[in-house]
């Protein structure tokens, strides 16, 4: 049981530069979300989906698409990277909102 | 908007002593609260859930308890040893919001020393 699986686990980017950061759950969880970290402002919340096909935004969408064709797969966009997105992402899965959260390792980007 | 505090941001303790670390929360309209531990540079490891429901929960040296009406959790380790050492963090899901969304607390740097 592998839980939740971000990759990749380091990545540096150019300014202006495309890429997508991928996640996977092997829990059947319906509900999986992005967060990022950052010094001094927690863990913020990017996108959530409560369902395959079903996604939303959460606190700082902006810069950042995401789509959910499977149950397993939540893939996080980055469209065009700017050096503001210099963080740590972390995926989420759970089961539903009653239910224990899981976070996949983090990938940390760096835009230069 | 549910606002997450958890005081001390750092604490140092000698091994082998019993300590608390403390979360605060402004709405006491919950679904749940979770612990949660990270060492630095690594994800986030699930300690303790505790349900709006219930009171406390126990796994090993680690107890939280919940305090819906004060709006305040605290994760209690007994006998710290110098591998408890990382940041410990709480959050909890808000009924205000959809979807599983947790809200963060900033956390507990906590340093226990041999």
């Known amino acids: 049981n592998a839980g939740v699986t971000q990759t990749p686990k380091f990545q540096v980017l150019k300014t202006g530069q495309s890429m997508t950061l991928q996640c996977a759950q092997d829990?059947?969880?319906?509900?999986m979300s992005w967060y990022r970290q950052d010094p001094g402002m927690g863990l913020r919340l990017i996108h959530y989906s409560v369902g395959a096909g079903i996604t939303d935004q959460g606190e700082v969408p902006n810069g950042y698409n995401v789509s959910r064709s499977t149950t397993e797969d939540f893939p996080l966009r980055l469209l065009s990277a700017a050096p503001s997105q210099t963080s740590v992402y972390f995926c989420?899965?759970?089961?539903?909102?009653?239910?224990?959260?899981?976070f996949g390792q983090g990938t940390r980007l760096t835009v230069v | 908007k549910q606002e997450v505090t958890q005081i001390p941001a750092a604490l140092s303790v000698p091994e082998g002593e019993n300590l608390v670390l403390n979360c605060s929360f402004t709405?006491?309209?919950?679904?749940?609260l979770q612990w949660f531990r990270q060492d630095p540079g690594k994800g986030l490891t699930s300690l303790l859930l505790i349900q709006s429901s219930q009171r406390e929960q126990t796994s090993g040296r680690l107890n939280a308890s919940l305090d819906k009406s004060s709006g305040r959790s605290t994760l209690y380790i007994a006998a710290s040893q110098p591998g408890d050492s990382a940041t410990y963090l709480c959050?909890?899901?808000?009924?205000?919001?959809?979807?599983?969304?947790?809200?963060f607390g900033e956390g507990t740097q906590l340093t226990v020393n041999p």
């Open positions: 709405d006491s309209a919950i679904y749940n």
């Open positions: 959050a909890l899901i808000a009924q205000e919001t959809s979807g599983s969304r947790l809200t």
């Open positions: 989420a899965s759970s089961y539903s909102i009653f239910t224990e959260a899981f």
């Open positions: 829990m059947n969880h319906e509900y």
